[in-house]
């Protein structure tokens, strides 16, 4: 194994957005395993440090490539494209009049249920999203125009983060 390989090379993956994730999973276990610093205790100090080293390169790459939306961020940064979301916000005016009506919706919503047919269409928008980001990036090579669809899936998985918090306070 080598620290320096990408999170694709170190589990052993095409370097592309479809994945399978029980693959990652069972190759995530595989690693740790081979890794984990009690199997080093033998070794000294030095050998167990490394090995601790190892763990967390495998879980940082496991994190990144088990979750489509950090994929996808990590293969456009892999080719040459900067997700740099806190400084480019432009999205289309389409995107944009969605989020507001979402956010209106959220504002509005007065119970659980009303939370669960908002939270509807942004995990719709998500899907199809991510069926673009795959398209965009596997076979039409377009890291750009995948970097824009990963900083709208962005907005959504915090939107969707902001009604699992609305929730709670429902529910208090």
């Given at each position: 194994m080598n620290l320096q390989?990408?999170?694709f090379a170190l589990f052993g993956l095409p370097e592309q957005f479809a994945q399978n994730r029980?693959?990652?999973?069972?190759?995530?276990k595989a690693l740790q395993r081979e890794a984990h610093p009690d199997k080093f205790a033998a070794q000294g100090a030095a050998a167990q440090r490394l090995a601790m080293q190892w763990s967390v390169r495998i879980n940082e790459a496991y994190q990144r490539l088990k979750d489509p939306v950090s994929r996808a961020a990590y293969l456009c940064e892999l080719r040459g494209v900067a997700i740099d979301a806190e400084r480019n916000t432009a999205m289309p005016t389409e995107f944009l009049m969605q989020q507001m009506a979402w956010r209106e919706a959220l504002d509005e919503a007065a119970s659980a249920e009303d939370l669960d047919k908002i939270m509807r269409q942004p995990i719709d928008y998500l899907l199809k999203q991510l069926q673009i980001c795959e398209q965009l990036l596997d076979v039409d090579n377009n890291p750009q125009a995948a970097a824009q669809v990963v900083r709208s899936l962005m907005f959504v998985e915090r939107f969707a983060e902001d009604i699992a918090k609305r929730h709670e306070q429902l529910e208090q």
């Amino acid at each position: 194994m080598n620290l320096q390989s990408n999170d694709f090379a170190l589990f052993g993956l095409p370097e592309q957005f479809a994945q399978n994730r029980a693959a990652i999973d069972a190759q995530w276990k595989a690693l740790q395993r081979e890794a984990h610093p009690d199997k080093f205790a033998a070794q000294g100090a030095a050998a167990q440090r490394l090995a601790m080293q190892w763990s967390v390169r495998i879980n940082e790459a496991y994190q990144r490539l088990k979750d489509p939306v950090s994929r996808a961020a990590y293969l456009c940064e892999l080719r040459g494209v900067a997700i740099d979301a806190e400084r480019n916000t432009a999205m289309p005016t389409e995107f944009l009049m969605q989020q507001m009506a979402w956010r209106e919706a959220l504002d509005e919503a007065a119970s659980a249920e009303d939370l669960d047919k908002i939270m509807r269409q942004p995990i719709d928008y998500l899907l199809k999203q991510l069926q673009i980001c795959e398209q965009l990036l596997d076979v039409d090579n377009n890291p750009q125009a995948a970097a824009q669809v990963v900083r709208s899936l962005m907005f959504v998985e915090r939107f969707a983060e902001d009604i699992a918090k609305r929730h709670e306070q429902l529910e208090q």
